[in-house]
């Protein structure tokens, strides 16, 4: 796998949302504790990462914040992802951040850079991030 190439910050799309918006959004969408843990543990990763490869860390972080926001209300593969971009377009989101938010889903045929950001965590070893959305969901894998 080709190393992801650092981007500089100031190439990161602008972004007028704030993590008190992500957090906003995920309060909104989601009531469960365990899905939220999980949501915080992603954007740690990202934040963690972003920072170690100099990327944006703010950008990653919300991405990793929000990149299953809609999944209590929409957990199917028709709707999870889908009703989220609809969502974020509609309120003003950046198209780059949701493209990044839709690259997650295998099932979207979107390549993005979460795709890329998510290889290198899970290369670099930081796989105790994983904590599962749902008591009955499996154990890591490997």
């Known amino acids: 796998m080709a190393a992801l190439q650092p981007v500089p910050r100031e190439a990161t799309p602008p972004?007028?949302?704030?993590?008190?918006?992500?957090?906003?959004?995920?309060t909104e969408f989601v009531q469960s504790d365990s899905l939220r843990k999980h949501m915080l543990a992603v954007e740690g990763s990202m934040r963690y990462y972003a920072e170690k490869l100099g990327q944006d860390v703010e950008y990653w972080g919300i991405a990793g914040l929000i990149h299953d926001f809609d999944y209590e209300r929409h957990p199917t593969l028709d709707e999870h992802v889908w009703v989220g971009s609809r969502i974020l377009a509609e309120r003003g989101w950046p198209a780059e951040l949701i493209r990044t938010i839709q690259s997650h889903a295998d099932y979207m045929n979107v390549v993005g850079p979460l795709v890329l950001m998510t290889k290198m965590i899970v290369i670099g070893g930081v796989t105790s991030t994983w904590s599962p959305t749902r008591p009955s969901a499996p154990p890591w894998p490997g």
């Open 15 to 26: 972004m007028t949302q704030t993590r008190a918006d992500a957090w906003a959004l995920v």
